[in-house]
């Protein structure tokens, strides 16, 4: 990137108008927002500008020690102002009290210097607006003002673009003041690609001329602890210290030397120090100076690339009795090759090479990321939905998901501090995740695949955690109803989306066979409704016919139906109509109580008489668990209760532009009581002895279930005093799909006031593990409030605002294109900010429009309303 005015000149007035979440000192104790690729790992910015949780070994390293490291990982910015009074800073706030007593435990023991204990920033502020983060430092012996920005390329369509294996930073320095300011500005960041600690051997640093420091370790190139890591500063030539202070000693020998050169103004670059016998702390600087007009501004653009390209990590795989091969006696075994290469290094040799690239490209890769910000944040929607949509995009770019060299996605349910938790892209979870359908749906699309080509076997049967890398599954667990029947919904919906019509009739008989499977194995009598036992998304079994999975069967059902009428399969789309009519009359006749849909538990009378037949030998003296099942019928049931995910599968429907035969009357009641009975503005005195830390105490949140008809089981379902945020977002949308729009508002900004910073992280809402891919159901949120949807089967664009603006504008993400859609009361715009989309009709609220147009980006779009 060659170095251009916008990097180099007078500060130029902000004209944005997009609405930063602003979070002073006192929340940003728990702020951490990821900054990497889609599958590539990332390194996190934190609440007051310095970086932590260096997952880029393809697994998480939260909060922790990564990998066990003897050193924690670090990379760090360091300001000197020379002068008479000269003054040198950590760019950073102040460390939060919360964080001092782990100190004297962690990074400070004797062996391992830190560089927490440097002098820094007085004051901090962090503001956040996805997928960029900002923070402002100040401090009264500072003349200058300075910015940390953190981001990561975020581009929708464009996957290659935004799977990058980077962290990017720019600080910018300010002077407000009356005189000139000299600065020496530094990046310092230890061996990334270290796989030993102190002394390690086999890591070497190299300077890179011109742009920064590679370092790299010498492990055989297949082994999983290969890697390397660069150090760049993109358009700038700075001075390089390749290597800082090694030899025998303390372990913080080399930071404390390293102080001394920065405080002083005394730094020494050097072309590294290469040899085998190398002690102490390994890392490396890049330094710019320059001198600072008043009024002028200079940004300094930080790149950290990481290059771990074997991963030996495998999940979901049937078990085989294959040997191993083994070598002849007395010979050398040649290194195995790894099981699998993430997506990046299949597009770049190392981490070297990923630099050249962003820094050949970082001018154009910053400005389309912006573009999508302020496509995004600039609607004109309230702010907490925005904030929600947003935030909870940075789970694509956390360790929750992986890519692999075929560019396949793979993910868990969300991540544990040093390892991933719940795995195999889990089909019930990922039914609600909105986002990565809409901004990236060619990866969407592979989860299809993924469950319909790899996870199913000749039954029908779909494991709903896949194998990585990809391959067959096992097959001896049983499946999820939710989560096999809400493939089938996907389906109809990534259909929609792409357009794709020989896509979708290369899955259709797979989808078929899994929807065959369902009757028989659930609704084998074919009345309707699932009565045999069925797993779900609470990790139990429900015992006859609910209105959760019930839904979800009567969605799949009308789903299957419209594709086999879109493929003259007339005989197909028949059977499933029937049966869909049927599973609506069943749920409104048997499960709705007249204000909700509940649960019709069953113990006798099923196919599964392994219950019965325990009860029938217990005899007159039984066990207290037996006692407690002759008596409330099967554990982890909600029978009356009002389940917040009642009704899960008419959101589906609705938001995917399907009809069903389902009463919407009964849907939008159902609605109405959830949340009525289950949400709460403040929590004290609600008991939850599962797991509280998701929502607790003066919080508001929306609980799984309530029984306002009494009759709550002795143990209900697993989890049901809970409060997870992606069934608060699920419920959200669906209220204001019906119309709901205050009640699904309180929702959304209960659930976004626990994320505040200091109590919770607010790019991690977690539940089983951080980053939990279940809340990106946020993401549909806008789009509900919007009435948006885009056919691009049809060609045609729905649209019918919640809130009563004069001036509407919406985000627009389709296959083909993204960018912004604004209504007024005379025309409609849309204006692409890259890609096309092709259009025959608009229908605005109940006005249909024939409009016969190709937008393209550019060009704006416009639609005369009469």
Same mark, same amino acid.
């Given at each position: ?571 197909? $789309? *028949?059977? %499933? ?5 049927? #599973?609506? /009359?069943?749920?409104? !006749? =048997? &499960? ?60 589906? $429907? *609705?938001? %995917? ?5 389902? #009463?919407? /009357?009964?849907?939008? !009641? =159902? &609605? ?195």
């Amino acid at each position: 990137m060659k170095q251009k005015e916008s990097y180099y000149g007078k500060a130029p007035a902000s004209t944005s108008k997009i609405p930063w979440r602003a979070y002073d000192q006192d929340h940003q104790l728990q702020i951490a927002m990821p900054m990497g690729g889609i599958g590539a790992g990332c390194i996190s910015l934190n609440g007051q500008g310095g970086l932590q949780d260096y997952s880029i070994r393809n697994r998480p390293a939260l909060s922790c020690k990564a990998d066990g490291h003897p050193f924690t990982d670090a990379a760090f910015a360091v300001l000197h102002l020379p002068g008479k009074k000269p003054v040198t800073r950590l760019v950073e706030g102040p460390l939060a009290v919360e964080k001092i007593y782990d100190q004297g435990l962690h990074n400070q023991g004797l062996r391992q210097g830190g560089h927490e204990g440097m002098s820094r920033f007085l004051k901090s502020e962090f503001k956040g607006a996805y997928p960029f983060g900002k923070v402002w430092l100040s401090d009264p012996k500072v003349p200058l003002q300075v910015q940390v920005k953190g981001w990561n390329p975020f581009i929708p369509l464009d996957d290659r673009n935004s799977s990058l294996p980077a962290a990017m930073l720019e600080y910018r320095l300010f002077n407000p003041g009356k005189a000139p300011v000299k600065f020496e500005f530094s990046f310092n960041m230890t061996h990334l690609s270290s796989i030993g600690g102190e002394g390690d051997p086999d890591c070497q640093n190299d300077p890179i001329p011109g742009q920064g420091i590679f370092f790299y370790n010498q492990k055989e190139k297949s082994d999983e602890a290969f890697g390397n890591a660069a150090l760049t500063m993109p358009g700038e030539d700075p001075l390089i210290k390749a290597m800082w202070l090694r030899g025998p000693g303390w372990g913080f020998d080399a930071t404390s030397a390293l102080w001394r050169e920065l405080s002083t103004g005394a730094f020494r670059p050097n072309a590294g120090t290469l040899g085998k016998s190398l002690e102490g702390r390994n890392g490396g600087s890049v330094m710019v100076k320059g001198v600072l007009k008043p009024g002028e501004a200079r940004r300094i653009p930080v790149l950290i690339t990481w290059y771990f390209p074997n991963v030996n990590m495998i999940q979901g795989q049937p078990k085989t009795t294959d040997a191993a091969p083994c070598c002849a006696p007395g010979e050398e075994c040649p290194p195995a090759a790894p099981a699998w290469r993430p997506y990046y290094a299949g597009q770049f040799r190392d981490a070297r090479d990923v630099a050249a690239y962003i820094g050949q490209h970082y001018d154009s890769l910053l400005k389309r990321t912006q573009k999508f910000q302020e496509a995004l944040h600039s609607s004109s929607l309230p702010e907490v939905v925005l904030d929600a949509a947003a935030s909870n995009l940075a789970i694509l770019k956390s360790p929750t998901v992986l890519r692999q060299e075929n560019g396949n996605v793979w993910a868990w349910e969300g991540c544990f501090t040093q390892s991933g938790c719940c795995s195999g892209t889990c089909t019930h979870v990922w039914n609600y995740a909105q986002a990565l359908p809409h901004l990236f749906p060619a990866l969407e699309r592979g989860f299809r695949e993924q469950e319909l080509q790899r996870s199913m076997d000749d039954q029908g049967h779909v494991n709903f955690r896949s194998a990585l890398p990809d391959g067959p599954v096992d097959h001896g667990w049983h499946p999820a109803a939710d989560g096999q029947l809400g493939g089938i919904l996907k389906l109809y919906r990534d259909w929609q989306i792409s357009g794709d019509l020989s896509w979708m009739r290369s899955l259709y008989p797979l989808a078929k066979r899994s929807l065959e499977y369902c009757i028989e194995r659930w609704d084998p009598k074919e009345l309707g409704g699932l009565f045999e036992p069925h797993h779900n998304t609470y990790d139990i079994e429900f015992w006859g016919p609910d209105g959760m999975c019930g839904s979800v069967y009567l969605g799949a059902l009308s789903a299957q139906a419209a594709m086999g009428v879109a493929l003259g399969e007339s005989k197909d $789309a *028949k059977r %499933y109509q029937g049966l869909a009519k049927k #599973a609506a /009359a069943f749920m409104e !006749k =048997n &499960l709705f109580n007249g204000d909700y849909f509940q649960q019709k538990v069953m113990l006798r009378g099923l196919r599964d008489t392994s219950l019965a037949k325990r009860l029938d030998k217990a005899g007159k003296n039984p066990d207290e668990a037996t006692q407690l099942l002759r008596k409330e019928g099967p554990r982890y049931q909600y029978g009356s209760g009002c389940l917040s995910d009642g009704v899960i599968g008419a959101w589906m $429907a *609705k938001i %995917y532009g399907l009809e069903t035969p389902l #009463a919407r /009357a009964k849907v939008k !009641k =159902n &609605l109405a009581a959830i949340f009525k009975h289950n949400f709460k503005q403040d929590l004290f005195e609600h008991v939850n002895l599962q797991r509280p830390g998701f929502a607790i105490g003066h919080e508001a949140g929306l609980l799984l279930c309530s029984w306002p008809k009494g009759n709550k089981p002795t143990l209900p379902f697993v989890y049901s005093d809970e409060v997870w945020t992606g069934i608060e977002y699920q419920v959200a949308s669906h209220l204001i799909e019906e119309g709901l729009v205050k009640e699904g508002l309180a929702v959304v900004a209960g659930a976004r006031s626990r994320y505040d910073g200091r109590v919770r992280n607010p790019y991690d809402e977690y539940e089983c593990g951080s980053f939990y891919a279940r809340a990106m159901a946020s993401f549909a949120v806008p789009n509900s409030l919007a009435g948006l949807r885009y056919s691009a089967v049809e060609e045609t664009l729905w649209l019918d605002p919640k809130l009563n603006q004069d001036d509407f504008r919406i985000f627009l993400s389709t296959t083909s294109g993204w960018g912004s859609l604004s209504l007024t009361p005379r025309k409609l715009t849309l204006d692409l900010a890259e890609g096309s989309l092709k259009l025959r009709r608009v229908v605005l609220g109940k006005r249909t429009y024939r409009w016969e147009t190709l937008a393209r980006a550019g060009e704006a779009a416009v639609l005369t309303l009469k």
